[in-house]
């Protein structure tokens, strides 16, 4: 089993950036394909990027290719997602979340382990 915590959200302008944070701990961080999702008020929770267990591939949304990174460093057992060009729409609580899946997936309920998320506000 594995302990998510995420950090790093806030208030931004539209237009600015932010780097989140996930720290795991518990189970090997580097056997979990390692995801960041987010979910907006009234709205279902929603895919924004993966990350291979080894991190040579990775895997985004439509509406935040070009704008959004995501990377590891399993020496840190972290994960991170770095968000450029923020949009008012990219505010929600952000999410991340592991699987021991052998591919990477892009459905929320393939990740059994989950943080308890945080959150993200841009301005217009």
């Excluded at 460093?73 to 999410?95: C, F, I, R, W």
């Excluded at 899946?101 to 945080?118: A, F, K, M, R, S």
């Amino acid at each position: 089993q594995v302990q998510l915590v995420e950090s790093g959200g806030g208030l931004v302008q539209a237009g600015g950036s932010l780097r989140l944070s996930c720290a795991a701990s518990g189970r090997s961080f580097s056997t979990y394909t390692m995801g960041w999702f987010r979910q907006a008020p009234g709205k279902e929770r929603e895919f924004v990027a993966a990350i291979s267990k080894s991190g040579t591939s990775t895997y985004y949304a439509d509406s935040v290719k070009g704008r959004f990174t995501i990377s590891r460093g399993n020496a840190k057992n972290t994960v991170y997602l770095q968000m450029n060009s923020l949009k008012p729409e990219d505010t929600a609580v952000y999410y991340c979340a592991a699987s021991s899946l052998v591919v990477v997936t892009t459905t929320p309920p393939t990740y059994p382990y989950w943080g308890q998320g945080t959150q993200v506000t841009v301005s217009s």
